[in-house]
């Protein structure tokens, strides 16, 4: 036998209490729902209902600015992920800013050397929150092929890490692989980094 299943998205289903539900049903004077509340029914049947939370997250994956952040020869292949050819203007994210106090992602794209870890703290900290960052490539991951005393081996050492791609260089396909991947932690409601980590920002 076949079992029917009723779709369960009227708001009257998720408890709303509403002045249709205090009708009676049953008995002499029962009355059903009028023109008006069949109508409003079949609107909340259409209408599809959400978190302002989700909202807000669905709103954050699709104008994530990027920080202009390039150390070596990964920056190049990240530079063209703005070109026509793989255009993540299709994200909302084409706006790469020169300000960290306007930009949520930092792409560590390239070696960090020590010199420069004091730099990049800085500007990870003057991002405001929310913030996430994504490193990009070998070097950036765990120091690459340079395993010296110059070279950060791996720039989590200094800043919460969020998504890692891998690869020397990885291709813009990649780097967009891992922003894709970003965006669905986000929407899934997974904290950022230096959340999860408990790190001061
Ligand atoms: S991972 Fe490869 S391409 Fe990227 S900065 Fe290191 S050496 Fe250069």
Redesign the pocket.
């Known amino acids: 036998m076949a079992i029917e299943r009723k779709r369960k998205t009227r708001l009257a289903d998720y408890g709303l209490q509403s002045e249709r539900l205090l009708w009676p049903t049953k008995g002499p004077i029962a009355k059903g729902p009028g023109v008006f509340e069949r109508e409003v029914e079949s609107l909340e049947d259409a209408l599809g209902l959400s978190t302002l939370a989700k909202a807000v997250a669905w709103a954050q994956t699709k104008s994530m600015w990027p920080d202009t952040f390039g150390l ?3 920056a190049i292949e990240m530079m063209s992920i703005v070109s026509s050819r793989y255009d993540i203007a299709r994200f909302g994210m084409e706006a790469f800013r020169s300000s960290p106090r306007q930009a949520d992602l930092l792409i560590v794209s ?2 960090v050397v020590h010199k420069m870890a004091a730099p990049l703290r800085q500007v990870y900290d003057q991002m405001l929150e929310p913030k996430w960052v994504i490193a990009m ?3 950036a991951s765990s120091g ?2 340079f395993n010296n005393y110059t070279v950060l081996q791996g720039v989590d050492k200094i800043v919460p890490v969020d998504i890692h791609v891998p ?3 990885p291709r813009p396909e990649a780097l967009i692989e891992g922003i894709i991947r970003l965006h669905e932690k986000v929407q899934a409601g997974v904290p950022p980094a230096y959340d999860i980590r408990g790190v001061a920002s």
Request: include cysteine; charge should be positive.
């Open positions: 070596a020869c990964c390239g070696r490539g070998a070097c690459g092929m690869g020397c260089p």
